[in-house]
């Protein structure tokens, strides 16, 4: 049977009650303190981990919308995205950022917030 840390330490505190000798019982008690303490970080790690997969999952979206980049006259798109595009190509070719080009209110072509570049 697989115990919990919860049900290990309750265990451990049952003995530690019926123990005689100040010694054992000292050595029980630390050894309760140091399973509370692994189950801790045991914890940790397993949020820890959680936020990975997220982190991966994430990533795993993005490397796969970039798979789908097309390039025009217009600029970079994503088809089926969302927001599909135009990205600044400079800005994807150069440090990897898909930058959305903005129309000026004033009329006129896109051009990139970042780099002031036009397709
Ligand atoms: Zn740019």
């Known amino acids: 049977m697989e115990r919990t ?4 330490l309750q ?3 049952e003995a530690l009650a019926g123990l005689e000798t100040v010694r054992n019982r000292d050595y029980l008690r630390d050894l309760q303190l140091e399973l509370a303490e692994l189950g801790r970080r045991h914890a940790e ?3 820890r981990a959680a936020a990975l ?3 991966v999952a994430e990533l795993e979206e993005k490397t796969a919308a970039v798979d789908r980049l097309v390039e025009d006259e217009q ?3 994503r088809p089926g995205d969302e927001d599909p595009g135009p ?3 400079a800005c994807w ?3 990897r950022k898909l930058i959305l080009l903005w129309s000026p209110s004033s009329g006129g ?3 990139c917030p970042r780099c002031g570049g036009r397709p």
């Not at 840390?5 to 290990?8: L, V």
């Open 5 to 8: 840390f919860e049900q290990i």
């Open 11 to 13: 265990g451990l505190a």
């Open 45 to 47: 790690l397993v949020e």
């Open 53 to 55: 997969s997220r982190r």
């Open 75 to 77: 600029g970079l798109w």
């Open 87 to 89: 990205y600044c190509p």
């Open 93 to 95: 070719h150069d440090d």
């Open 109 to 111: 072509p896109r051009a």
